[in-house]
C-alpha cells in the first residue's frame, strides 16, 4: 500500500475556500449573572455541570439550547433547559469550554472560557426585539417555502424541492441571500450543469420566485406574524424532548462531504467524505475523541472520477476521484463503501488499515449498499438504472437492470457510457448547461433487505419502489402513492418505511398487502420539509427520520402512531443515513455541501441520545403548534 494511505493520527490540512462566514449573532444583551460553589466529579473523566437560564425578567426560561464546546478539532455537548430553567451536563473534566445558548426569539448567549470547576452556569437571555433578526433565526424549510408556495402546479412544485435541495439546504442562510434576476440564472445554470434537472419553463419563472421569496421587505413580515408572543410563535420542545443530549463533534475540514456514517460493532464511528476521498474514523475514550483518516484509493483516476465533464469544471477545493459515498459493516468487521465516481466498491480492514479496490463489472455511480443475512451486499447503481450484488467470499458479481419508464430513458440509458466517454472530451451541453427541459433519468436510490431476503429499492425520480428476488433476480415494481421515495428501510416485522422527500411524508408499505399508509411530518410549514433518509431501530421499531431542510431529527412511535420532533443545536444540518449504537443512540453526519455554508463552515458527525426513560415507545407528541415550530 502506498505510504499515503496509512492512517494519520491528525486532521488532514483544511483547504482553504472562499466564502463569507456565518454570522455568529452574539447578542451584547445576554449576561452571566453569576457562579458559585465547585461541582463534583461524577468519574474521573466527567464533571456533571449544571445551571440555570432565565429572561429578562427573570423568569425560568425552558427550551434553550446550551451548548458547552471544548477541545480542537471541537466536540460540543448540548443540552436544553426544562420547565423550571435548569439544565445539566456531564463533561470532560479538566478543560474549559465555551457556552452559548440559544431559542428562537431570543438573542443568543455566549460565555467563553468556563469551566466546571467554577460552579453552576447562571445564565440568562433577553428578547429580541428586531423582527428580522428573529427570522434570520429561523430554519431554512420556513423561508424555502416562500418559493415553493408561488408554484400552483404540486407536481412542479414537488420537482423543483427535489431538484434544488438534492445535495444542500435551499432558504439556509447562505442560499437566500437577495440576488439580482441575472445572478440567479447563473445558480440555477450552475446547478443544471451539476445534475439539476427542471422543466424550460420552471427556468424561465425560476429567477423570479427566488427575489419574490427572499426579498425581506416581503419575508420578514410574512415569517415573523405574531412573534410577539414568543411562547406561542416559537414554544420550547415537548418534555420528554428536553431530556435529550447531542454530542457533535468535527470531522474533516471546510471543503469536506461527510457524506454516510455508520457505527462500527466496536463502537467507532466511521464516515466517508466524497468531496476529498477519506474514510473518516472517530472513537471515543476516558481520554477524549480519537480521530483517524485514510486516503481511499484512487488508482489513477482524473479529478472528478468517470464524471469529469466538459461542462462541470472541477472545483480547486475538491479533490474527488473515486469519491466514496455509502458504508456498511460487513460480518467479519471489515467496512466496504460504494466509490461512486471512480465506479468502484471498496473493502477496508481495520485491523491492518488495508483497503482492497473492486471494479465494478457493470452499470455506472454504486451508490447505497446494504448486506443480507448471507454476507453478501447489495447496491444502487444511480447513474444507470442497476441494481449490483457482490460476495465478499468469492467476489461474485451480479447485475440487474432495472425497467425504465420509457423508451426514451431506456435509449438514453443504453448510450450513456459512449456519452460520458465524448462529454469527457467534448462540451456536449453546451455554455448554458440547459437541464433538457426537465427530461429526467430513472435514479435507484434507497435499497434495504426484507427479513425474508427480499431486495426492495426506490426509484427517486420515478415515484417507484421495487422488489428484486434475490434467487432469479425477477423484478417488480410497486408506484408509490406521492413523489420522491428516498433511502428506506424495513421494521423487525417485515413492514418497510419510506421517506417522500418532495412532498413531506413518512410512509409505511407492508408487503403482504400492497397497502401503503402516509403521515404528514409535523414539520411546519410542511412544503418545504424534504426527509433523505430513514432508518428503524429494530429493537423497538421507532423510525428516525431525518429533517434535512429543517435541522431536526425526528422520531416516530408506529404503535402510538405519534412523532416527536429534536430539534439540531447546528444550523444547515443536512443529514444523510441514520445509524444507531449499542446504547440506542442516533448517530448521522451533517453532510451540506458546500460544507462552509454549515454553521461554523465545518461538517460534523452527531450522535443524539433521546435521555433515559424514553427508550421504546414515545411518549408524547412534538407538542408544538406556533408558526415557528421545527
Not at 445539566?88 to 478543560?95: I, K, L, R
Request: hydrophobic share 40%; net charge neutral; aromatic share 8%.
Amino acid at each position: 500500500m502506498h505510504p499515503s494511505d496509512r492512517g494519520s493520527s491528525t486532521r488532514p490540512p483544511n483547504v482553504r475556500v472562499r466564502c463569507s462566514r456565518m454570522r455568529a449573532g452574539v447578542a451584547a444583551g445576554a449576561l452571566l449573572l453569576g457562579l458559585a460553589a465547585p461541582v463534583a466529579a461524577t468519574s474521573p473523566a466527567q464533571v456533571h455541570w449544571e445551571g440555570h437560564v432565565v429572561d429578562g425578567r427573570g423568569a425560568p426560561l425552558a427550551g434553550v439550547a446550551v451548548t458547552f464546546q471544548h477541545a480542537e478539532p471541537a466536540h460540543r455537548i448540548s443540552v436544553f433547559s426544562q420547565a423550571d430553567g435548569s439544565f445539566a451536563a456531564d463533561v470532560p473534566a479538566g478543560t474549559r469550554f465555551t457556552v452559548t445558548a440559544r431559542r428562537i426569539g431570543w438573542r443568543p448567549g455566549w460565555w467563553p472560557d468556563r469551566a466546571p470547576a467554577e460552579g453552576p452556569l447562571a445564565l440568562r437571555l433577553v428578547r429580541q426585539t428586531d423582527p428580522a433578526a428573529v427570522a434570520e433565526q429561523l430554519p431554512a424549510h420556513h423561508w424555502y417555502a416562500r418559493v415553493l408556495r408561488q408554484v400552483d402546479d404540486p407536481a412542479e412544485a414537488w420537482l423543483l424541492k427535489r431538484e434544488c435541495t438534492y445535495c444542500h439546504q435551499q432558504g439556509s442562510l447562505s442560499t437566500r441571500r437577495e440576488r439580482t434576476a441575472d445572478e440567479w440564472r447563473k445558480v440555477v445554470g450552475l446547478m443544471e450543469r451539476r445534475g439539476a434537472r427542471i422543466t424550460n419553463d420552471l427556468r424561465e419563472r425560476l429567477p423570479q420566485l427566488f427575489i419574490r421569496a427572499y426579498d425581506r421587505t416581503a419575508a420578514v413580515p410574512d415569517l415573523t406574524q405574531g412573534w410577539e408572543d414568543a411562547e406561542r410563535f416559537a414554544p420550547p420542545p415537548a418534555p420528554e424532548v428536553l431530556r435529550a443530549r447531542i454530542d457533535e463533534w468535527d470531522l474533516g475540514g471546510r471543503a469536506s462531504m461527510e457524506h454516510d456514517a455508520i457505527v462500527h460493532p466496536d463502537g467507532s464511528i466511521y464516515a466517508v467524505d466524497a468531496a476529498q476521498d477519506q474514510l473518516h474514523r472517530l472513537r471515543l475514550g476516558p481520554d477524549g475523541a480519537e480521530r483517524r483518516v485514510w486516503a481511499v484509493p484512487s488508482a489513477g483516476l482524473p479529478a472528478g472520477g468517470l464524471f469529469r465533464q466538459q461542462t462541470t469544471p472541477v472545483s480547486q477545493t475538491s479533490n474527488e476521484r473515486s469519491g466514496p459515498h455509502s458504508l456498511q459493516v460487513a460480518p467479519d468487521g471489515s467496512v466496504w463503501m460504494t466509490l461512486a465516481a471512480g465506479n468502484q466498491l471498496a473493502r477496508f480492514d481495520p485491523l491492518d488499515e488495508t483497503f482492497a479496490v473492486h471494479a465494478v463489472e457493470a452499470g455506472i455511480y454504486p451508490h447505497t449498499l446494504r448486506f443480507d443475512a448471507r454476507g453478501r451486499f447489495w447496491y444502487t447503481m444511480a447513474a444507470s438504472n442497476h441494481v449490483g450484488f457482490f460476495d465478499p467470499a468469492t467476489g461474485e458479481q451480479r447485475h440487474v437492470r432495472l425497467p425504465a419508464r420509457t423508451w426514451t430513458q431506456a435509449l438514453v440509458l443504453r448510450i450513456l457510457p459512449f456519452t460520458m466517454w465524448l462529454d469527457r472530451r467534448f462540451d456536449l451541453r453546451g455554455a448554458g448547461g440547459e437541464g433538457g427541459n426537465g427530461f429526467t433519468m430513472p435514479v435507484p436510490y434507497g435499497i434495504d433487505i426484507a427479513p425474508d431476503g427480499g431486495v426492495w429499492f426506490s426509484q427517486l425520480n420515478e415515484d417507484r419502489i421495487g422488489r428484486i428476488d434475490p434467487d432469479t433476480l425477477a423484478v417488480t415494481l410497486t408506484e408509490t402513492p406521492f413523489p420522491a421515495p428516498r433511502r428506506l428501510r424495513f421494521d423487525s416485522e417485515g413492514v418497510l418505511w419510506v421517506p417522500s422527500f418532495s412532498a413531506g411524508l413518512l410512509a409505511s408499505f407492508d408487503p403482504a398487502t400492497g397497502l401503503f399508509r402516509t403521515w404528514e411530518l409535523p414539520i411546519a410549514p410542511i412544503e418545504g420539509a424534504a426527509p433523505y433518509a430513514l432508518n428503524v431501530d429494530r429493537r423497538t421499531d421507532q423510525v428516525w427520520i431525518c429533517g434535512t431542510n429543517s435541522d431536526t431529527l425526528i422520531r416516530f412511535d408506529p404503535a402510538r402512531e405519534r412523532f416527536t420532533v429534536y430539534p439540531l443545536p447546528t444550523r444547515v444540518t443536512y443529514t444523510r443515513d441514520i445509524d444507531f449504537d449499542a446504547q440506542g443512540r442516533v448517530w448521522t453526519s451533517n453532510s451540506n455541501a458546500p460544507a462552509w455554508q454549515i454553521e461554523g463552515g465545518q461538517p460534523r458527525v452527531l450522535r443524539l441520545d433521546p435521555g433515559t426513560g424514553v427508550r421504546g415507545a414515545a411518549q408524547a407528541t412534538s407538542g408544538c403548534e406556533g408558526p415557528a415550530c421545527p
